[in-house]
């Protein structure tokens, strides 16, 4: 059974920058048929992709998002982490990681963390 766990603040001053891990069971992030994702949803909206990593460790992004996102990945600890910079308000929301399969579908999701932007 794939899991994945979202883990970071909660809350984050503007200007800074926000990190995220996504921990990995019972898959391998390096399996070549799989990406993983994050996704993020702020209130009242609807689902943002971020951007994915892919098993060979190449990450690709929302160009809406690209020059403030970097997405990497530990693969000794199966872990990928994102890191979002020069947050703003409006980057407050729950950020999800999740796990696109061989379906192009996302199978597997974290359970979300709320990340909020506050002085």
């Known amino acids: 059974q794939v899991q994945l766990q979202e883990s970071g603040p909660g809350l984050v001053k503007p200007s800074q920058t926000l990190s995220l891990t996504c921990s990995v069971s019972?898959?391998?992030?390096?399996?070549?048929?799989?990406?993983w994702a994050w996704i993020r949803q702020p209130p009242g909206k609807g689902l943002e992709w971020m951007g994915t990593i892919d098993a060979r460790g190449s990450a690709y992004y929302n160009p809406s998002l690209v020059s403030r996102t970097s997405i990497s990945r530990d693969t000794s600890k199966n872990q990928f982490t994102l890191q979002l910079r020069s947050v703003t308000p409006e980057d407050t929301a729950v950020y999800y990681c999740a796990r696109q399969g061989i379906s192009a579908t996302y199978d597997n999701w974290g359970q979300g963390t709320q990340a909020t932007v506050s002085s």
């Open positions: 019972g898959a391998s992030i390096t399996t070549n048929t799989d990406y």
